[in-house]
């Protein structure tokens, strides 16, 4: 069964940094694309940012160009988000899901909430 | 950026009925990149339909996708109970973005 697991959310004081991570199962990770997408309270979906297969490629949504950084590594199938100067408006729920245009499929997300 | 917006916002349908879901976007979708998912409450987003029309793996067959361009349609053929939920489009031609969603609820 593909599978992919969050972890890392919580909360964080404005300005401050977190690290998520995601680790897949049931695939060949090396073999994909992955993302990070965003579902903030109420709010709809956004595509954050991906990766390719081999970390050379990456791309991000101009909102967080500059503050968030991902990464992977193949050999522990896993992806990252290091996300530094928080803002309020980076609340949200965030999940990992394989795949570059398209999205298939996703975790369980991991809530993130930026306040003092 | 190409903006997607989905109409109606809620749709109060009875199961068995059939539900068609609008997406429209403000340029066009190149290669009809445009994606269709179905989320249900404390649940992650589920690919239904990629490439416009194409169904994703183990999507039932009354689950239906058309159109380009700047027009998209979802269409489910007969709502069983499961399908009450909200569907969103998202378009993979220029960066990636999401429509702000329809929510299907039993009428």
């Known amino acids: 069964e593909v599978q992919l697991v969050e972890s890392g959310g919580g909360l964080v004081q404005p300005g401050g940094s977190l690290r998520l991570s995601c680790v897949a199962s049931?695939?060949?990770?090396?073999?994909?694309?992955m993302s990070w997408l965003r579902q903030g309270s109420g709010k709809g979906l956004e595509w954050v940012a991906n990766i390719k297969q081999d970390g050379s490629e990456k791309y991000y949504v101009d909102s967080v160009r500059g503050r968030f950084t991902i990464s992977r590594d193949n050999a522990k199938s896993s992806l990252y988000l290091q996300m530094n100067s928080l803002r309020a408006e980076d609340t949200a729920v965030y999940y990992c899901a394989r795949g570059k245009g398209y999205f298939d499929p996703w975790g369980q997300g991991t809530l993130v909430t930026v306040s003092s | 950026e190409i903006v997607l917006t989905q109409s109606p916002g809620t749709l109060s349908l009875s199961p068995g009925e059939r539900a068609t879901l609008s997406c429209r976007a403000s340029q066009s979708v190149s290669s009809s990149y445009l994606a269709w998912y179905q989320q249900k409450p404390g649940q992650a987003p589920r690919l239904l339909i990629y490439?416009?029309?194409s169904r994703a793996t183990g999507i039932p067959d009354r689950f239906s996708g058309s159109g380009s361009a700047t027009d998209f349609t979802l269409t489910i053929s007969r709502l069983e109970p499961e399908d009450f939920a909200v569907y969103y489009c998202?378009?993979?031609?220029?960066?990636?973005?999401f429509g702000q969603g329809t929510k299907v609820e039993i009428k």
């Open positions: 998202q378009q993979y031609s220029n960066s990636r973005t």
């Open positions: 490439g416009a029309s």
């Open positions: 049931g695939f060949t990770f090396s073999g994909y694309w």
